[in-house]
């Protein structure tokens, strides 16, 4: 059972839109929210972070928007580049410190 | 500067084989992990440890084995390869158990 539902599968935008990639999940007990970027033949790397007390976080052209009670959370990627393309995946900690992440999505910038 | 490496990059074994992805850091971190990453199902965890001679099994531990002697070791066994373990692995690092992972670039294993 996937504990954290990632959508889209895939995404395609023109430059300097901007894509929104968002994940749910169930158990409440889960505390801190990280997103990674992976690009072709790399490992993922830590993209931005947040915690279940802030609803948004940005960093740069990225924002994380958090909503509790829904048990959902979202990355968006302002004013969007070529240089963006590549896969994004969320995760979430749950008890034990393990991470549990998504499914991924697979971001194409259109120049 | 501190890194990850994980080694071989590429690696292409028989089934039933027994095979073994090394996974080295730099960095100090006492947390460390595999992770196992298919099409259509993430990463999923494989094994964990938290320090020198601590070992856990994550979620897909069967068929797979890890021992830490050292800090920037964990090297990852797997007894007898089938081709359900064709995939990439991924083994990732953390200064704090509550922290993000610094991931390695990946081992792609194939089992034929």
């Known amino acids: 059972q996937q504990q954290v539902k990632q959508s889209p599968q895939s995404l395609i935008v023109q430059k300097g839109g901007i894509p929104i990639i968002n994940c749910a999940y169930e158990?409440?007990?889960?505390?801190?929210f990280p997103w990674y970027q992976q690009f072709p033949g790399k490992g993922p790397a830590l993209l931005i972070a947040?915690?279940?007390?802030?609803s948004e976080k940005k960093e740069g052209r990225f924002t994380i928007s958090f909503n509790k009670s829904a048990k959902q959370f979202s990355l968006h990627i302002m004013d969007s580049q070529p240089g963006d393309s590549a896969t994004y995946f969320c995760?979430?900690?749950?008890?034990?410190?393990?991470?549990?992440f998504g499914t991924g999505t697979s971001l194409t910038v259109i120049p | 500067d501190a890194e990850i490496t994980q080694s071989p990059r590429h690696k292409i074994t028989e089934t039933g084989r027994q095979v073994t992805l090394a996974c080295h850091q730099t960095?100090?971190?006492?947390?460390m992990f595999w992770y196992r990453q298919d099409l259509g199902h993430g990463l999923r965890l494989i094994h964990y440890?938290?320090?020198?001679?601590?070992?856990n099994k994550g979620e897909v531990s069967d068929g797979y084995s890890v021992s830490r002697s050292n800090t920037e070791d964990l090297p990852l066994t797997l007894e007898s390869a089938a081709s359900s373990q064709t995939s990439v692995y991924f083994c990732?690092?953390?200064?704090?158990?509550?922290?993000?992972?610094?991931f390695g670039s990946g081992t792609r294993l194939t089992v034929v």
């Open positions: 995760a979430a900690r749950g008890s034990g410190n393990q991470f549990y």
């Open positions: 947040i915690r279940p007390d802030v």
């Open positions: 960095w100090n971190h006492n947390n």
């Open positions: 990732a690092s953390s200064e704090r158990r509550d922290y993000g992972y610094t």
């Open positions: 158990n409440t007990a889960f505390d801190y």
């Open positions: 440890s938290y320090g020198v001679q601590d070992t």
